[in-house]
């Protein structure tokens, strides 16, 4: 891609008489957008005429391939005036500009036209003083936009409805304002991360938006509706009375979630046909995070013919193959390590929930053999046809790698897919490192195991990285719950290559490598971005801090990536090692080595960043 523009560069430069000093360049437009502020005294010393705002750095300015500007970052600097006075039109010739942020300035006015701006993908203005009502249409443009946030001024009016139709919106903050009415209904698939709190809205919540909870209409008196536990009354208000105090709303939540959990589980085990109520109660077992589910137990299934034994659905689906699958009916088999099974062993299987991420939910079950597997279902997964789902998951389930977990089997419907691989009893890298809310030590994890458990992640993505090496993303989803532990602390990587299953970009999102800066910033993606994701497993382990990385709205954890960089300058690399480990040997100089490698790795200019081959060669130089 980048090659191919630079290709077309030098074509341009070759066959046309192409002389930059002629042309308008983007400095012009940067300054008279400059000129806008009343005070932008903080931009004085880079911003200056005839010089590149890419190649000398200006303040704030991050660019495309060094030359063309694609991030406009006005954080905190003072800059003042009235939205009137601002130039979006010269901003509007930045024609590679992506995300704006005029966060923390003291701005005042109505929003300016930053809808002329149709391929932003990201708007900040929050902190300022903005006011007035933003006009219903505004929006209607920005399609590309998806980051949006206003809040912290003092935009009033009704929230503009022209929001509904940003199909890849994935944050939406519009908390401390003061718009008031209804609120429209936004709730686009798109959505992860949603705050109209602290604000003067009123009436009933849109029903599509309860699945982010309650939290994020905090602090909106007259918003009703089950989402708040506040029943509404006749004219879409707050009943005057309020029938439920706090701790009943809770146990609510509680209630629905079990609710939720059972709706889920009785999907899972499809279209099953009740002809008789016999529930059996699941308790927790070894893991963290277990709920205690419902399950409809066993032999409803309109397949089963005549039930038979554990094992004899099962062969036949593997013998059937594809052809059984056609009707979407069962479980195909890619591995049969773990023995064979069908989609009746997982019906009749005990079955625990473990938890639940942006791809899907996970479940843990117990075959009938006696096998305990890993169930995860997954929406979002269309972009292949059966058949090409069906050579895929194949291809994963022949990996043999003694660092990577492969698929045992399938279940192929058009609205969901499951995926089951096997258990493995240690469980995740993120349980064992940081337990259930800091009550489990991890003392086990000497500094030999956590060297090895590294070495192994290390190996792992090695492997990967060439098998899959044609792959945007080999891996594309490395973080510590996706590493489990064997017995002898053998790391095994799950859930890889994924990315070329998935077809909803929102869903595609929830892959942690979407995390590195380049994608957060430029929606660029390569197999560095999975160097990018190493790096923070390797800062995770040797610090035993859990990264901020892995949140969503990176509120609480520890960001890793800006303390290590912050250590290397400050030349105190030791500190950051786990208490845990920094007194059980003399290795502390290996350990400052490992540490440097996690900072190589998340390097945040991704030109700059170390391969994944040289990543791999300085950890295998590594010794206890
Ligand atoms: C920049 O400099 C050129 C000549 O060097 C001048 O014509 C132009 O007006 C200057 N622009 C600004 C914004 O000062
Ligand atoms: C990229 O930058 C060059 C030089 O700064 C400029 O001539 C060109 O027009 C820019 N391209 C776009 C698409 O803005
Ligand atoms: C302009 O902003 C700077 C901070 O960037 C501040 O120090 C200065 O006092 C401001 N000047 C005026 C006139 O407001
Ligand atoms: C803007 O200011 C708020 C409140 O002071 C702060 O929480 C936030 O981190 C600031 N934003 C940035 C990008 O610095
Ligand atoms: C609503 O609940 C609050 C506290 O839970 C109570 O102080 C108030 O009197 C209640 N209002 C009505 C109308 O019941
Ligand atoms: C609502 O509360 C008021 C006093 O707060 C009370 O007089 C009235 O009977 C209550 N209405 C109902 C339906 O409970
Ligand atoms: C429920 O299932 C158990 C064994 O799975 C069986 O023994 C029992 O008879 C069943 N109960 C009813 C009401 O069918
Ligand atoms: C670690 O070392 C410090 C000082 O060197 C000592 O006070 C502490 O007891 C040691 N902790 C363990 C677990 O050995």
């Known amino acids: 891609m980048a090659a191919a523009v630079r290709l077309l560069l030098i074509s341009f430069l070759i066959f046309s008489h192409y002389t930059p000093s002629l042309s308008v360049g983007e400095d012009v437009y940067l300054l008279e957008f400059k000129e806008g502020f009343q005070n932008s005294s903080a931009l004085d010393s880079t911003w200056r005429n005839g010089t590149h705002p890419c190649r000398d750095k200006w ?40 995300f704006v942020s005029l966060e923390n300035n ?33 929006f209607d443009n920005m399609g590309s936009l998806k980051k949006l946030d206003l809040a912290r001024n003092k935009f009033s009016g009704k929230i503009p409805v022209s929001l509904e139709k940003l199909g890849n919106l994935v944050q939406l903050s519009l908390e401390n304002n003061e718009f008031s009415g209804p609120i429209p209904s936004i709730g686009q698939q798109s959505l992860v991360e949603v705050d109209f709190s602290n604000n003067k809205l009123q009436g009933r919540i849109p029903q599509l938006m309860s699945r982010f909870g309650p939290k994020p209409f905090d602090g909106n008196p007259d918003l009703c509706g089950p989402i708040v536990s506040k029943p509404c009354n006749a004219n879409g208000l707050p009943d005057a009375n309020n029938s439920s105090s706090d701790s009943d709303a809770g146990t609510k939540w509680v209630i629905l979630g079990i609710v939720v959990t059972v709706l889920l589980m009785t999907i899972l085990f499809n279209k099953a046909k009740k002809r008789e109520e016999n529930f059996s109660v699941l308790g927790k077992e070894s893991s963290n995070k277990v709920v205690q589910v419902r399950i409809p137990s066993s032999n409803r299934r309109s397949m089963s013919r005549k039930g038979g034994s554990y094992k004899d ?54 075959m009938g053999n006696g096998a305990s597997v890993v169930v995860k279902r997954f929406r979002d997964m269309n972009k292949l046809n059966r058949d090409a789902f069906d050579a895929e998951v194949r291809r994963l389930g022949r990996i043999r790698h003694r660092n990577i977990l492969p698929p045992l089997a399938y279940h192929y419907r058009k609205e969901e897919k499951l995926l089951v691989t096997e258990f493995v009893p240690k469980g995740s890298l993120t349980f064992l490192l940081h337990g259930d809310r ?31 090496a044609n792959y945007e993303l080999p891996h594309g989803n490395l973080k510590s719950s996706n590493i489990l532990l ?39 993606l390569s197999p560095k971005s999975d160097v ?33 960089r912050q250590a290397v300058s400050e030349d105190r690399v030791s500190e950051l090692i786990d208490p845990e480990i920094v007194n059980t040997s003399s290795s502390i100089g290996q350990m400052e080595k490992m540490l440097f490698i ?12 170390i391969e994944m081959r040289e990543a791999i060669r300085n950890i295998e130089e590594i010794q206890v």
């Not at 009550?439 to 899959?468: D, N, Y």
């Not at 070329?500 to 929606?523: M, R």
Request: glycine content about 10%.
């Open 598 to 609: 996690g900072a190589a790795c998340t390097e945040s200019d991704h030109d700059k960043r």
């Open 313 to 366: 659905p099962g062969t036949r689906s593997l013998r059937r193959g594809t052809s059984t699958g056609k009707h979407g009916n069962d479980l195909v088999v890619v591995n049969e390590e773990k023995g064979i099974f069908g989609l009746q062993d997982l019906m009749k299987a005990a079955a625990e929930v473990l938890g639940s991420g942006g791809l899907g939910s996970a479940y843990k079950a117990i």
């Open 486 to 524: 064997s017995s002898n602390y053998e790391p095994l990587l799950t859930d890889y290559a994924l990315y070329a299953l998935i077809s909803n970009t929102h869903s595609v999102q929830a892959l942690f490598s979407y995390k590195c800066p380049e994608a957060v910033l430029y929606q660029q």
């Open 532 to 564: 990018y994701c190493l790096g923070v497993v390797i800062l995770e382990i040797m610090t035993g801090k859990f990264p901020s990385q892995y949140l969503n709205n990176q509120k609480g954890g520890t960001d890793v990536v800006q303390w290590i």
């Open 59 to 98: 303040r704030g300015i991050e660019c495309e391939d060094n030359n063309n500007v694609s991030s406009l970052i006005l954080v905190g600097l003072g800059l003042s005036g009235s939205s009137q006075q601002m130039d979006i039109e010269a901003l509007s010739n930045l024609e590679r500009l992506r």
């Open 438 to 468: 800091g009550s489990t030590s991890h003392a086990e994890l000497t500094w030999p195991i956590r060297l090895k458990i590294i070495k192994g992640v290390a190996r792992g993505m090695g492997f990967l990285h060439t098998e899959f």
């Open 106 to 138: 003291s701005i005042s006015g109505p929003i300016p036209e930053f809808n002329r701006l149709t391929s932003l993908r990201s708007l900040f203005i929050s902190g300022n003083q903005f006011s007035g009502v933003i006009p219903d249409n505004f």
